[in-house]
């Protein structure tokens, strides 16, 4: 891949302003966001509950439109497609992580895996193939046949980054990742997404956790729907002043 195309943003955010209509008031949640993040960068979104993190990830994750504002992934605006071209651009560019797994309780892992390549027309060998190279990357090879009951949370929520993996896609987007896991699981989630990271994956995650947005490269803090601060290795590298 060229210089130019590794330094072009695999999201960038101009101006973005998110409201919605509750109990017949107008709520801003997101008031005028701009942001880019490159390709291969590992960052956290951060910020106490009400923040605006939640709905800059849904708009990330194509799941949520900005009311005014310019949202792009991969070069690819988002505010002029259909819902099927909105599906079918989460399908190909956004590997989704969340807390609680969302896993199909009946199907074994290797199912599991090969969900969103059946959405996405792949043929039955190459999906098999596909997901289980998926799982033997995140050191589930002895576990393909496994349900979820199966499994530990630890495992399960590998299943999920496996099926995040699977179309690879340009961004991995984790929602409290960690959430539903014990000290040690988390450790091992943890570590996994800084490989992946490593391997050339551009990782962003939405946390509360100080010590999960910790292992990010870059920490964007959202507060009362404005940037607060944006900082990398412990340098502030951009500051965006609150309303």
Known sequence: MSHEALSQP?????????????????????????????????????????????????IMGCLDRPT???????????????????AQLRNMKIGFIFQNFNLLARTTALENVELPMMYAGVPPKERRERATEALIRIGLQDRLHNRPNELSGGQQQRVSIARALVN??????????????????????????????????????????????????????????????????????MTHATD
């Not at 509950?49 to 990830?57: I, P």
């Not at 995650?205 to 959202?222: L, M």
């Open 68 to 86: 005014a504002g310019d949202y792009q992934i991969d070069g690819n605006s988002v505010s002029a497609l259909q819902e099927d071209e909105l």
């Open 168 to 237: 690879r896609p340009v961004l991995l987007l984790a929602d409290e990742p960690t959430g539903a896991l014990d000290t040690r699981n988390t450790a091992e989630i943890l570590a996994l997404f800084e490989d992946l990271h490593a391997q050339g994956n551009t990782v962003v995650i939405v946390t509360h956790e100080n010590e999960v947005g910790a292992h990010a490269k870059r920490i964007i803090r959202f507060r009362d729907g404005c940037i607060e601060s944006d900082t990398a290795n412990g340098a502030m590298v």
């Open 10 to 58: 695999i999201i960038r955010m101009q101006d973005i302003i998110r409201e919605y209509v509750v109990g017949g008031e107008v709520m801003r949640a997101l008031n005028g966001v701009t942001l880019s993040i490159l390709r291969n960068e590992f960052v956290a979104i951060m910020g106490p509950s009400g923040s605006g993190k939640s709905t800059t990830m849904n």
